[in-house]
């Protein structure tokens, strides 16, 4: 049984990492301090074969008992309310954690796994974006923190590989909803579901043109296990190509969850992206991967999921 150690498995995507990975026959060892992460999401594979948690600071020194094969890098704040919160510790995730789980992979012989983002991108200039594209970001803007810091875990991923041989991937991720997105994280799609069920107006930043894909997390994970097990070394986007404008993504809500509540125009944040859309062809042509569930399906699964914790 081969070992994969996934830190940031007690969030949102970690926690349905750690699922799959069990399911596929993995042993894994689940690492996160609870900063953004929830004991609520992984409470249901305690005593369950194979799993094991550890309660830990990624940036503080890591040690594990044993053989690894895999160690999957997903331990970072990652919504702009988070980050905004906590800029140092984001900062310290993406460098120190992303320098001390390299290092666990070099000592272990294990392949790494880093959660990258389309953040990378910044405020692209060019759309779709592909992963030749070095991206549009203010380094000293209030969401550089995050997006500096995920630039810079690519770098020393890629440093740990030429110079020490590492067997690394990067996933670049993409807007990915589903069930155990926090309730009050601040992004588009558990802010407009916990409006919209509280009959409240929701939220649109600007005119509502800006635009976004959405992904659901079963499809997020399914490529992400794909390009862990594939030989592909360079950035890989993970994500939905299916754009919309915010405005249209806040009428369905409005339309799923059947509100009668009206959208309400907020003045834009500074830096926020203008359009969001990835290229998948590396995806498709490399992984054999592209998006499964279509938008109505995954937003039913994601609001019946809310209306069990929106309050």
């Known amino acids: 049984m081969t070992r994969a150690l996934i830190t940031g498995g007690a969030g949102f995507l970690g926690s349905h990492l750690c699922e799959l990975f069990l ?15 929830s004991p609520d999401n992984i409470k249901h594979l305690f005593g369950r074969d194979g799993f094991s948690f550890i309660k830990q600071d990624v940036t503080q020194y890591i040690h594990i008992d044993g053989p690894l094969d895999y160690v999957l890098h997903f331990a970072s704040p990652a919504s702009p309310i988070d980050y905004l919160e906590k800029p140092i ?12 789980t390299l290092g666990v992979a ?5 392949r790494y796994l880093l959660a990258s983002t389309s953040e990378t991108y910044g405020d692209p200039l060019v759309h779709p974006q592909r992963e030749d594209y070095w991206g549009n970001v203010n380094c000293v803007g209030p969401r550089g923190v995050y997006d500096e810091a995920k630039r810079f875990a690519e770098a ?20 990915t909803y589903g069930e155990r997105m926090r309730v009050n ?13 509280r009959n409240e107006p929701l939220s649109v930043f600007g005119d509502g043109s800006q635009t976004r894909s959405f992904c659901y997390v079963s499809d997020l994970i399914e490529g992400i ?17 299916a754009e919309m404008t915010v405005l249209q993504f806040a009428e369905e809500i409005q339309r799923l969850v059947g ?50 914790v929106v309050t």
């Open 106 to 110: 070099k000592d272990k012989g294990a």
């Open 259 to 308: 509100t009668t509540a009206p959208i309400q125009f907020l003045p834009l944040p500074e830096d926020d992206p203008k359009v969001r859309r990835p290229d998948i062809t590396k995806a498709r042509t490399i992984l054999g991967w592209e998006p499964q569930v279509p938008l109505a399906l995954g937003l039913e699964r994601t609001i019946a999921y809310f209306r069990g």
């Open 156 to 175: 020393m991923t890629m440093a740990y590989h030429r110079f020490h041989g590492i067997e690394t991937r990067i996933v670049r991720i993409f807007n």
């Open 225 to 241: 296990y794909r390009l862990l097990m594939s030989a592909e070394r360079q950035p890989t986007n993970i994500g939905n190509p």
């Open 185 to 197: 994280d601040g992004r588009v799609v558990p802010a407009f579901i916990s409006q919209a069920l």
């Open 89 to 100: 510790q984001t900062l310290k995730v993406g460098s120190l954690g992303t320098h001390k």
């Open 23 to 37: 399911e596929r026959g993995h042993e894994v060892i689940c690492m996160d301090n609870f900063i953004t992460g």
